[in-house]
């Protein structure tokens, strides 16, 4: 079993309150790279920029919240959210878990996560993404784009793995990058869940 999946299960398996904070570490082993392209609104599949973001119900990052992040965003009603416990354990290239958001209670099969970005973070922000997409079992059909989370600068990727539909974006903070991934169970448990996605880019901002 590849290392990927034993983390993300074991992740799901340890989540308590209080976001983890980890020890800086490089990361090795980047993917082969690809050009990022503009950031045209592409109705459909790979970006889905057509389906509208849910309605909000949960505000995660301040304060008081679930989880206490250096951004915050909207979640659909339902979605639950719990602070990772522990996150350097289920580390991914540069990626550390501090906040997972379960889709179970809402009805769907999947997770929007929250990734603290560790290490020297390079320049260009794909080369971020592919180290922890070097983590996985052979991500396919690679596309990347600028693009905006709410008001802030943020760099989206979109990829399969064996098949299924995957989705990242990366945020640049105050206090460092944050990543939000989402993935489900199959394509169409990751169709079912885009509105959320779309809600928590949409409405990403800094803490006031």
Known sequence: MIRRTTAL?????????????AT????????PPASPTASPVVA??????DVAPAAAATTIGPKGSPCTLSMTFSVPAKWKAKAVKGGADFKLGPAV????????????????????????????PQDTVD????????????????TKAGPLDAFEATWTEDGERKRAI?????????????GGLDTEEF???L?????AKSSANLPE
């Open 9 to 21: 299960a074991a992740l799901t398996l340890t989540l308590a309150t209080g976001c983890a904070r």
């Open 24 to 31: 800086p570490e490089p990361a090795t082993t980047p993917a």
């Open 44 to 49: 459909g599949p790979p970006w889905y920029d």
């Open 97 to 124: 878990p501090l906040c997972e958001i379960d889709a179970k209670p809402a009805g769907n099969i999947g997770f929007l996560r929250v990734w603290q970005i560790t290490g020297g973070t390079p320049l260009n």
């Open 131 to 146: 180290k922890y997409l070097a983590e996985f079992d052979g991500p396919k059909e690679q596309q990347y784009r600028r």
């Open 170 to 182: 990366l945020v640049s903070t105050l206090y460092g990058k944050l990543m939000i991934t989402l």
């Open 191 to 193: 169709e079912a869940m």
């Open 195 to 199: 509105p959320a996605y779309q809600l």
